[in-house]
């Protein structure tokens, strides 16, 4: 088994092929994408393969330490950002063609007119620990 | 097995033991003991009396582990000086594990915690598992907070308000999992209120058995949010208003006005409307000023503006919002409804659109983006 972290982009990602902002929906092609999320999400849990499923707001903060007794220093949101996360759902599959096949179902969510977002999602694998036999 | 009974049971035998003096982590462990074992023996062989056999089994289950460890000589001391088998002051002893849990020592998330597991006798899994964190965290956060209150002394009672505001968390933020943590708190708010006569104790039970009585409205099959004002009222729960109003009605009658009382009573006047339509608005905006004025926060005031909104026209809210700073939660949501009341959509979806973005909840932001693309892409009408 082996775990992948699949990330929807919010920026940052090349354009969707059906890439209409969200709010020029109409309700119900909406509803329809919610949906089609939330089948995925249940079927991958039915079939084992499922680990997590978040969704993150737009706007963070940036913060690094500034020294010895001094409080971190924040910064941003950075409106010229130019990779931002929107989401992400961590799977644990048999394989990598695996792994890209759940990609693809996840990217053919509906959008704008009821057709596939055909959006890019970023597949990454996890680093694990290293196997026992090695020789 | 009935659970509900042995969960009922868990802070009285848990107080029974912290009133004997035993140090709170230890009883609690003992309890956890004594549990168990009731939970294999009990289907078998049930006990005349349940509550005197988990004391009993709980207590010795306490003092063998006492033997092992350097507090022998303290609670052979303890057992000179046990007090004569089974609980004598029941209620006294579970409202003084409610004060414990809710100590202003600990932090709000630990207090949670503490008290769904000390008093309402949930599992550290069925906790974890509500609050979508690990088993090991949430374990680890319930003995942190044990030893936390383990030193405090338990002589004069705590104050109440501490203890509303942990369960009005627990009520308010309750995630999903296996366990119904609304109906948890309102369970553990009506076992307290039983204990104690305070009128805001009361406000706060009928704050939420009316907002529990919207509970099957409030969302569609699908999880979207339904607003108060779509929501199908012949799905509201009239026992639970009905009993809500009652209570809320003798509470006031005292004449101790305190924020759930006012909170309460602006969700008694919505659950009093059959339509939407016919929602007394003057009044609720009348509630909202007394609110103001116990709490000057700013949630009520951006609530205000929303009521004030519905009774004196759109223009009044967005004036009466114009005192509230925009980084409140909702800001944006609640400028997009009142600029969609005055007509004016093209402003309304965008607000929507901003409100979206920074919406603090899955359901709330896909409700928030819906309405922008139905002002967006609907005709007017």
């Given amino acids: 088994m082996a775990k992948y972290l699949l990330l929807k982009h919010y920026r940052g990602a090349p354009a969707a092929v059906n890439d209409v902002p969200m709010d020029q929906w109409t309700p119900e092609e909406i509803t329809a994408h919610v949906r089609y999320m939330n089948d995925f999400a249940a079927r991958l849990e039915g079939s084992g393969e499922f680990v997590d499923g978040q969704a993150l707001a737009p706007e963070g903060t940036f913060v690094r330490y500034d020294g010895p007794g001094r409080p971190p220093v924040t910064d941003g949101p950075f409106a010229e950002t130019k990779d931002l996360i929107a989401g992400w759902m961590v799977i644990d599959v048999d394989s990598y063609e695996r792994a890209v096949e759940l990609a693809g179902e996840l990217s053919a969510a509906p959008g704008a007119g009821g057709r596939p977002i055909h959006e890019w999602l970023e597949l990454r694998p996890f680093l694990t620990e290293p196997p026992t036999i090695t020789d | ?381």
């Avoid at chain 2, 979508?132 to 942190?144: C, G, K």
């Avoid at chain 2, 004196?312 to 939660?329: E, H, K, N, R, T």
Wanted: aromatic letters at 6%; hydrophobic letters at 45%; a neutral charge.
């Fill in chain 2, 1 to 381: 097995m009935d659970g509900d009974l042995l969960r009922r049971l868990t802070p009285q035998v848990l107080g029974v033991l912290v009133r004997r003096g035993a140090d709170f982590a230890a009883a609690e462990d003992a309890v956890q003991d004594a549990l168990v074992q009731a939970v294999h023996g009990w289907p078998a062989d049930p006990p005349r009396d349940p509550l005197g056999w988990l004391v009993t089994v709980a207590w010795h289950r306490f003092l063998d582990a006492g033997r092992a460890d350097a507090a022998r000589r303290r609670r052979e001391d303890l057992v000179v000086e046990e007090p004569a088998p089974g609980p004598a002051s029941g209620v006294d002893d579970t409202l003084q594990l409610y004060f414990l849990c809710a100590h202003p020592s600990l932090t709000p998330s630990s207090a949670v915690a503490l008290t769904l597991r000390a008093v309402g006798g949930l599992t550290t899994r069925q906790i974890a598992r509500a609050y979508l964190v690990p088993e090991a965290t949430m374990a680890q956060r319930i003995s942190r907070a044990k030893r936390t209150v383990s030193g405090v002394r338990l002589d004069r009672p705590g104050d109440v308000a501490t203890v509303l505001r942990v369960l009005y968390l627990v009520f308010n933020e309750g995630y999903s999992g296996d366990v119904d943590l609304a109906a948890e708190a309102v369970r553990l708010t009506r076992q307290l209120a039983a204990m104690v006569d305070h009128p805001e104790v009361a406000g706060l039970l009928a704050l939420m058995l009316l907002h529990h009585a919207r509970r099957a409205a409030r969302t569609t099959p699908d999880g979207s949010l339904v607003p108060l004002a779509a929501q199908d009222r012949s799905r509201w729960d009239t026992a639970l208003i009905a009993e809500g109003v009652r209570i809320l009605q003798a509470a006031l009658a005292r004449d101790r006005l305190g924020e759930f009382q006012a909170q309460a009573a602006i969700a008694a006047l919505h659950a009093d409307a059959r339509t939407a339509g016919e929602t007394d608005w003057v009044q609720i905006v009348e509630w909202y000023d007394e609110l103001a004025r116990l709490t000057d926060s700013p949630v009520v005031r951006l609530n205000r503006a929303v009521a004030v909104g519905e009774a004196d026209g759109a223009w009044a809210g967005l004036a009466a919002l114009a005192a509230v700073g925009p980084s409140v939660p909702r800001h944006a949501a609640v400028t997009a409804y009142l600029h969609e009341r005055a007509g004016d959509r093209a402003t309304a979806a965008r607000w929507y659109a901003e409100a979206a973005d920074r919406a603090a909840h899955l359901a709330e932001r896909d409700h928030l983006i819906r309405q922008a693309a139905r002002l967006n892409t609907r005709p007017p009408g």
